[in-house]
């Protein structure tokens, strides 16, 4: 698919569309656990295009796990039946134990689901972007390393990290990479632990190492997707800095005041709250909320709606069902641009 048509598409209609990262209900609406999806390539697939079948999503999206590539360098990993996994201990301690870190292929971990997942999808749905997840050099660096940890020997052993961002960079390039071979039609990257520097840091410690990532795959058919819920607006510009065409804002940021500093040709995704508004509140507040946001985004159109962040387990369906709901109301009230 070519990604800069269809980016093109969207900006120059007057529709809004929606690209809710939201694999979560998918999975509880085939009936299976999150440990069985993160753990099987059918089952994940499967998760992705029951959200297809029945919601106008605009691109399909997989389950962003966070422990995806650190399992692959060999950080150890603990499974729970319906959460999301979670990593237990830190692999590399020190310039030394960094030194010597190899840097795994894959075959390594649960990367051979993830493929699978991602080629089941690209082969069944075609008529719409499939998106595969990777996480940022940043944020792999962090759960290699220790994000409390990482935050320090930013300033006491800078050389040290950057050389273990290099590595995790090689990593997650080859997989995007192979996604990119597979038939995904971009990525969403997750550099979330990027949000906790300053936009100097970040531009020192996360821009340049997604910017070559970017360099190799971002092309007319291969979009990258950059995602920080943890900027709060201070490191837009360390975002706008990797090349990436479009970025994810998660639900700390003011939404409008990132797209006055985004330029109209990209894309530009957020941020309901996926806690707070989509699982917590009742389906009325939730139309208010999404109308809210469409309303203020209304002169921007690069502007897609989505969640802040991954969508949680145990969202109610009627919950769901409100956020397209004011999504087509909004719509109906705007002139098609055919």
């Known amino acids: 698919m070519n990604m800069t048509h269809w980016m093109q598409e969207i900006i120059n209609n007057d529709q809004r569309r929606a690209i809710p990262i939201m694999t979560h209900p998918g999975i509880e609406m085939a009936g299976n656990s999150i440990k069985e999806a993160v753990q099987s390539g059918v089952v994940h697939a499967r998760a992705i295009q029951v959200i297809n079948e029945h919601f106008p999503i605009a691109a399909a999206t997989s389950v962003m796990d966070l422990t995806l590539e650190a399992e692959a360098f060999g950080c150890r990993i603990d499974f729970p039946q ?3 996994p979670n990593i237990t201990g830190r692999l590399v301690s020190g310039a030394e134990e960094i030194d010597a870190l190899g840097i795994p292929d894959l075959t ?15 082969d069944k749905i075609h008529d719409k972007p499939v998106l595969g997840g990777v996480i940022g050099p940043f944020s792999l ?13 930013i300033y006491t052993e800078p050389d040290a990290i ?3 961002l290099e590595k995790c960079t090689l990593f997650i390039l080859s997989y995007c990479r192979e996604l990119k ?4 039609s971009g990525v969403v990257m997750a550099e979330p632990a990027a949000g906790l520097l300053s936009n100097e840091d970040c531009i020192v410690f996360s821009t340049p190492f997604i910017r070559h990532i970017v ?24 975002m706008l800095q990797t090349g990436a065409r479009a970025l994810h804002f998660g639900n700390a940021i003011n939404m ?36 809210s946001l469409l309303n203020d985004t209304a002169g921007f159109k690069n502007f897609v709606l989505s969640s802040g962040c991954d969508m949680p387990p145990n969202v109610p369906a009627e919950n769901i069902k409100a956020f397209f709901e004011a999504l087509n109301a909004f719509n109906g009230t705007r002139k098609v641009n055919l």
Request: negative net charge.
């Open 82 to 84: 319906h959460e999301m």
């Open 108 to 122: 390594a971990g649960r990367i051979p689901y993830y493929l699978e997942a991602a080629r089941l999808t690209a």
């Open 141 to 153: 660096a962090g759960r290699l390393y220790d994000m409390s940890e990482i935050m320090v020997a």
């Open 162 to 164: 950057h050389l273990l």
């Open 181 to 184: 071979r597979l038939g995904c």
């Open 215 to 238: 360099s190799e795959v971002q092309d007319d058919n291969f979009l990258v997707v950059l995602h920080n819920c943890g900027n709060r607006g201070h490191c837009t510009e360390a």
């Open 256 to 291: 409008t005041e990132a797209l006055e500093q985004c330029p109209t040709d990209m894309l530009i995704l957020g941020n309901i709250d996926p806690v707070g508004v989509l699982k917590q509140l009742p389906p009325n507040q939730i139309k208010e909320k999404v109308t």
